[in-house]
């Protein structure tokens, strides 16, 4: 829904003059993520606006983090902090898959009472992949994904996330839009597949598109989520039962994401935000997990002169957000939210000019669960069919979302191609297996 309503949002161009995506779309590891490593080695690289700050509200304050120290924090609990991510950082790979089956609260509750140091990693943990508690999250998938940062000397304060510049998320696109068909390639955009074809042998030779246009290939990748991919795409007859009954039941996550444009500026810190939000509803059992950046202060274009525009995110189970829809229940996010907002920043109300509230059930195809992370997601190459393979983040990989996706990519062109391209593109701390 929104705030006023969405005709009379467009009717009165209420949304004139600001960029916005739906969702944040930061960039995990910002300038050294893994897709920027490829982008580089593709010769297509992409502009990198680093958020040089990063906010924890902390028993109603707002603290900027700091390299060295966390204002909040008392120097018993820094040190607590400290000691478990330098175990987490020297940990051995062998010893990290042992935990990928316990939560990442599990994990921490046998290391530590430190009340502290505990909301920290449930803060981080959650916002590592987009979730909204460590009590999800598979603890080998957050050390994984915690320690290349920390191997790459980054720090939330100065560089740990990023914003694409240029045309924003699209401009990767655009950019490889000429690494395709200068190396003789071809685009085709707004084209529905309709099936994957199959031969008898079980060989893949092709796609079907939407109005019958036969294209023929001797690979097929499919970057469709792959649930979607082999209820509707994919001819069955040759998948191994098993395979067709994992893929289904993989559990995927959705986000609740509010924009909020404001006539003037009411958040000076370039970065994202974190905070936990009670709500008194059995549903929300632990609050929810808020992160939140003012992309205009540090984005070209994203607010007229003058204005600003505060991107949201609260991670949420694809069930969760189902169950919510179902239950007419996401107006107490919007208003735990908007109250948030005119509690904690002043003026915030009086500014308020228009609130989006997207909501989606599917933005991870396989949450990184202890159920889940690692060994349950796919092999590139598909089973059953030769030729066939995935990408995105159903296939193998740590890190979520765009550095997640990018690892499943490279994983992918080595089993087609026979390479190592991990190798190749990525540095060591980057491609753990």
């Known amino acids: 829904h929104s705030t006023p309503d969405l005709d009379t949002i467009i009717e009165q161009k209420l949304l004139h003059g600001y960029g916005f995506e ?6 995990v590891n910002g300038a050294h993520s893994r897709m920027c490593h490829i982008l580089e080695y593709l010769g297509a690289p992409v502009e990198i606006v680093p958020l040089n700050a990063c906010g924890y509200w902390h028993n109603g304050k707002l603290h900027s983090l700091e390299r060295g120290k966390f204002p909040w924090m008392e120097l018993e609990d820094y040190t607590e902090m400290k000691r478990l991510l330098v175990e987490m950082l020297r940990m051995p790979l062998e010893r990290v898959r042992e935990y990928h089956r316990i939560s990442l609260r599990e994990y921490l509750d046998e290391r530590t009472t430190n009340v502290e140091a505990l909301d920290f990693f449930d803060v981080l943990g959650g916002f590592t992949v987009g979730m909204n508690s460590a009590r999800e999250l598979s603890a080998g998938e957050f050390i994984l994904a915690t320690r290349m940062p920390m191997a790459a000397g980054l720090h939330f304060a100065d560089g740990t996330l990023g914003q694409m510049g240029g045309e924003s998320f699209m401009q990767m696109a655009h950019n490889l839009i000429g690494v395709i068909t200068e190396a ?20 893949a030779r092709g796609v079907r598109l939407a109005d019958g246009t036969e294209v023929s290939a001797p690979v097929v990748i499919s970057n469709v989520p792959a649930k979607f991919a082999v209820r509707s795409l994919i001819p069955q007859g040759h998948l191994p039962p098993d395979f067709v009954e994992r893929v289904a039941g993989f559990r995927s996550g959705g986000a609740y994401t509010p924009i909020f444009g404001l006539s003037r500026s009411v958040i000076d810190i370039p970065g994202m935000l974190f905070t936990k939000i009670p709500i008194d509803d059995p549903d929300f059992p632990d609050g929810i997990l808020l992160g939140y950046e003012a992309h205009s202060l540090f984005v070209e274009n994203k607010a007229p002169d003058g204005k600003e525009i505060i991107d949201c995110w609260v991670g949420l189970a694809t069930t969760q957000i189902r169950e919510l829809a179902a239950n007419g229940k996401f107006a107490l996010l919007a208003d735990a939210i908007t109250g948030f907002f005119s509690d904690r920043h002043p003026g915030f109300a009086e500014a308020l000019e228009w609130a989006l509230f997207p909501a989606f059930e599917t933005v991870t195809s396989v949450s990184p669960t202890p159920e889940q992370a690692w060994d349950t997601m796919l092999d590139p190459a598909c089973p059953g069919i030769e030729g066939l393979y995935f990408v995105g983040d159903s296939v193998k990989n740590y890190g979520g979302f765009m550095d997640g996706v990018a690892y499943g990519a490279l994983l992918c062109a080595n089993a087609v191609t026979g390479k190592d391209y991990l190798e190749q593109v990525l540095p060591a701390y980057q491609r753990e297996i």
Do not use: A, F, K, P
């Open 184 to 203: 003789g390639g071809s685009l085709r955009t707004g084209t529905s597949v309709e099936s994957v074809l199959v031969s008898d042998e079980g060989v």
């Open 22 to 27: 739906l969702g944040m779309h930061d960039i």
